[in-house]
Structures are given as structure tokens and as C-alpha cells.
């Protein structure tokens, strides 16, 4: 993995000295978090460029939504919603990447002006899309997938869920190699909420490192899930809150992973976690050894020094 600030470089993408933030575009009427505000392509494609506005350093559109027991939408209406959107966007300069796990929408979308492909079947579901995206020379994100959420294909068990994801997350990364994608254009997802629970999810993120162990730069897309929504339950029996009331638990799992290393998160509401993984880089960049107290600077100069319990002259802010 090419290092940059330790979160990886992904080649074919701009280069980012931080975590960067990808705002997302649902085109769709079912979206768990969002579903039907911005299913139609001219709120879609403003909505995305607001999300530029706000801080996003990449915008991912999908048209299909993959919540729990959400029905499949056809490649014809996969197209009409994603395609206008993505032209859209791209005809404004918009860094895009397309959601989807239809090879044919992948490869419509990049001739539209997409950048990267972020499958969440990491091309499971379709065997076309790995050499679609390898002709292509797309950056692709690989993400930990066990099936359709649906049914018996949740398949949410697991005795070591960071072995076992990390080892599977490894097994597919191998096979996207074999398939001819590049490894610098591979880009890895623990896929949270995708079979997993609550605890599940948590234990990942406690345990970023391990999955930054498997080389790649790594994406983390907690937004709004219902992890999260446990989380801020005022108690066992009590209600989670709904899906947009998730927003500032989003951020702080942004700078958690924005300082744990990762390349990008994944956010439906952009400006607090634009800002949290500012704050992130500054903390990271204070860490520097000439950004120590008493350290030597290039110029010669000193770094201030402080001892606890005093304040400099002008008082603190």
C-alpha cells in the first residue's frame, strides 16, 4: 500500500491528506436512512453538489438500496435512476463513485464520468463485474459481503467476527487480484451492518488496525446504521432513534476511524464529519516529532514549552 499520512494512497483518485469524506446520493424511494428525497435526478445531482459544498471530497450515487428485505430493482431502472445523475454531477467536476453491484451499471456509469466502483458484494453478485472494472482501470472497493440481506443470507454468526472478516475480506481481495484489478486500485470495507449486529459492528471498529493489516486503504461506512441507533438507546427496551437523528454518532465513528487510519468514510450528512476529520489530522499532525513541545524546528527556532498549570501570556482560548 502506498503510504499517505498512513491511510494509503488510491491510485486513478485524487490525493487527500487526511481521511477523505464521501458524501452519498441515494436515487432511490427505499433508502433505509433517506429514501425518495432525492430520487428525482435534479434533486440528486443538487443535493450532491450541496454535499461538495459542505465538504465532501467524493459523492457515491446508488440506485438501489440494500437495507434488510429491500426488493431488488431491475438493470433498467437501476440505469434510469444512476446514469442522468452521475452525467450530472460529473459535467460539474464531481469526484463520483458509483454503488452498484450490476456490472453494466458499472460500466455505463464510468463511461459517464464515474471514478470508482464501490460494490458491496465486493462481485459476488455479478461475475461480469471484476473484468468490467479491470478493462476499465477503475479503483474498486472490495467489501465483506455473505449475501443478500435477505431471508436465510443474513448469515450473521460468527465466533471471531474480526478473523473472520479479515480472513474472507482477504480471500476476496486475492480473488479481485486474480481477476486483474490492480492492487492499487483495491480499496477494502468491513461492510458494518452487512450481516453483522450491533456488537458485531463495534468490535470491527475497535479493531480498524486488523483490517488495515491486509494492505489496501481502507473505507469505513457507519452512517446512520443501526449500530449506531443501539448505541444512543436510552436503555434495552428503549426505541432507537431514527436514522437521521444518528448524524453526530456518525461523526464521532468518522474521526474514530479517520484516527485509526482510515482512507475514507462513508456519510449522509457531510459537514460534521468534514469537520471531525479536520480536527482528526490536526491531532495526528500535532503527534509529529517538531510539533513536540521543545522541539528543534527546520528554521532553528524552538517549540514553545509548557508545563501544566501555567498559561501562556495570552491567556487560553
Known sequence: MS???????VVGL??????????????????????GRWFDTTAAVKHGLALVEEGADL?????????????????????????????????????????TMRASVAAQALAAGAALVNDV?????????IPVVADSGAPFVVMHWRGFLEGGNVKGVYADVVAEVVDELHARVEAVL????????VIVDPGLGFSKDAEH?????????????LG?????????????????????EAAPPPARERDAATAAVSALAAQAGAWAV?????????????????????RTPDRAPGAVLASGARTADHTPGTHSPEGAQ
Do not use: Y
Not at 17 to 34: I, K, L, Q
Not at 70 to 93: C, F, H, K, N, Y
Not at 178 to 185: K, L, Q, T, V, W
Not at 201 to 213: P, T, W
Open 266 to 286: 462513508r456519510v449522509h450528512e457531510v459537514r460534521a464529519t468534514a469537520d471531525a476529520v479536520r480536527v482528526a489530522r490536526a491531532v495526528e499532525g500535532a
Open 14 to 35: 485524487p490525493e487527500w491528506d487526511r481521511c477523505a469524506v464521501m458524501g452519498v446520493v441515494n436515487v432511490t424511494p427505499d433508502s433505509f436512512s433517506d429514501g
Open 59 to 99: 459523492v457515491d450515487v446508488g440506485g438501489e438500496s440494500t437495507r434488510p428485505g429491500a426488493t431488488r430493482v431491475d438493470e433498467a431502472e437501476e440505469l434510469r435512476r444512476v446514469i442522468p445523475v452521475v452525467r450530472g454531477l460529473a459535467s460539474e467536476g464531481v469526484t463520483i463513485s458509483v454503488d
Open 121 to 129: 458484494s465486493g462481485g459476488l453478485a455479478d461475475p461480469a463485474m
Open 178 to 185: 486474480a481477476g486483474g484489478i490492480a492492487p492499487d486500485r
Open 201 to 213: 459492528d463495534l468490535v470491527l471498529l475497535a479493531h480498524l488496525d486488523r483490517l488495515l493489516s
Open 216 to 236: 489496501h486503504p481502507l473505507l469505513v461506512a457507519a452512517s446512520r446504521k443501526r449500530f449506531l441507533g443501539r448505541v444512543l438507546a436510552t436503555g434495552p
Open 3 to 9: 503510504k499517505q499520512s498512513g491511510r494509503g494512497r
